[in-house]
């Protein structure tokens, strides 16, 4: 994978520029996503973005997220955006098997492949870009590529506004190890181009739904469990519990970081049960490496605090084998 800024010449004149995330896209990976849209349309390209699932609903405030291609709801309209595109980010992930449904349409796409992610160990299927997993977010990363193309002057209030919602989300409100000088500098030059803060905040946070918050009181009292001997904890949530509860996409976020919040607990875990499989997400805090534990009991991988996995077997089953895992473990 050649350095990104060997890239620069491909931009000097229109493209046809496709851009794409990963499956159940986040504050990063929406943000990123719609910062790059803008700034790529001012430069005069002709840019789509496809999400291989919808957009949580509280990101929906974004400027821009019409254009969004929800490819399970228009697949064909995905598919050949990836077909004729000459150019493909692909943004908040480093392996192309992150996109689920959309990956055969990405694998077999012409145009040349631009990597900008913070995650480890990306595949070798990129012609260029960056994997550097001691960013603090994806939308750092296009800010970095704003500025390496020379045009930190284009960065207006909508590309501002999705560049702060993805670092937001992404460094925990700015509490976690990864939010370096050099983020804090960032969100200091879009304050100073007038971007508002307060009402990101206000959408993201203080946006819920009345389901979402009972749901949230249901897990906390019916679905926690706290291991103190391991310094951990666990929040089960099967899909009978999101029907009750009527979740919409993003209605789970933020959950797993909630067990972190009792004193001595420096391991959580957030096992969810989908349609097609479970789906495991780790935080932790300190020195224990859960992107290790994701890629070696569950398939996974992501950041040294925070990763995910996945499993084939019933939730239940899951539950059993991550706390038989966890009691021979002794990670903490």
Request: glycine share 6%; aromatic share 10%; proline share 4%.
């Given at each position: 994978m050649k350095p990104i800024a060997e890239a620069l010449p491909l931009f000097q004149q229109p493209k046809r520029i496709a851009i794409i995330t990963?499956?159940?896209?986040?504050?990063?990976?929406?943000?990123?996503?719609?910062a790059l849209v803008h700034f790529l349309r001012l430069q005069g390209h002709q840019v789509s973005a496809i999400t291989p699932n919808d957009a949580p609903e509280f990101l929906l405030?974004?400027?821009?997220?019409?254009?969004?291609?929800?490819?399970?709801a228009e697949p064909k309209k995905a598919s050949e955006s990836l077909e004729t595109a000459e150019i493909i980010f692909c943004l908040d992930f480093n392996d192309p098997a992150r996109v689920q449904s959309m990956?055969?349409?990405?694998?077999?796409?012409?145009?040349?492949?631009l990597l900008l992610d913070h995650h480890m160990f990306p595949k070798p299927v990129f012609d260029y870009g960056e994997s550097n997993p001691?960013?603090?977010?994806?939308?750092?990363?296009?800010?970095?590529?704003?500025?390496?193309?020379?045009?930190?002057?284009?960065?207006?209030?909508?590309?501002?506004?999705?560049?702060?919602?993805?670092?937001?989300t992404d460094t925990g409100s700015f509490r976690f190890p990864v939010t370096t000088g050099a983020v804090h500098r960032?969100?200091?030059?879009?304050?100073?181009?007038?971007?508002?803060?307060?009402?990101?905040?206000?959408?993201?946070?203080?946006?819920?739904?009345?389901?979402?918050?009972?749901?949230?009181?249901?897990?906390?009292?019916?679905?926690?469990?706290?291991?103190?001997?391991?310094?951990a904890g666990l929040i089960s949530v099967t899909r009978a519990d999101m029907k009750l509860?009527?979740?919409?996409?993003g209605d789970t976020e933020g959950l797993v970081q909630y067990p972190l919040s009792i004193r001595g607990i420096r391991?959580?875990?957030?096992?969810?049960?989908?349609?097609?499989?479970?789906?495991?997400?780790?935080?932790?805090?300190?020195?224990?490496?859960?992107n290790h534990f994701a890629r070696t009991h569950f398939s996974g991988g992501g950041h040294f605090n925070a990763s995910g996995g996945k499993s084939s077997e019933s939730i239940n089953d899951t539950i059993l084998r991550f706390k038989k895992i966890l009691s021979e473990f002794h990670p903490l």
């Open positions: 990963h499956y159940k896209p986040d504050g990063d990976a929406i943000g990123s996503t719609l405030f974004l400027p821009g997220t019409e254009w969004l291609i929800n490819a399970e990956q055969p349409a990405l694998e077999q796409a012409k145009g040349i492949k001691a960013k603090s977010s994806t939308c750092e990363m296009v800010y970095d590529f704003i500025n390496t193309s020379g045009c930190n002057s284009c960065i207006n209030l909508d590309i501002a506004q999705c560049l702060y919602t993805g670092t937001l960032m969100i200091a030059d879009l304050k100073d181009r007038g971007l508002e803060h307060g009402p990101i905040h206000e959408a993201i946070y203080d946006s819920w739904s009345t389901n979402r918050m009972r749901f949230v009181g249901y897990a906390l009292i019916e679905r926690m469990e706290i291991f103190p001997q391991w310094q509860f009527d979740l919409q996409p391991f959580s875990t957030l096992i969810t049960e989908r349609i097609d499989e479970v789906r495991l997400s780790f935080r932790s805090k300190g020195d224990f490496d859960v």
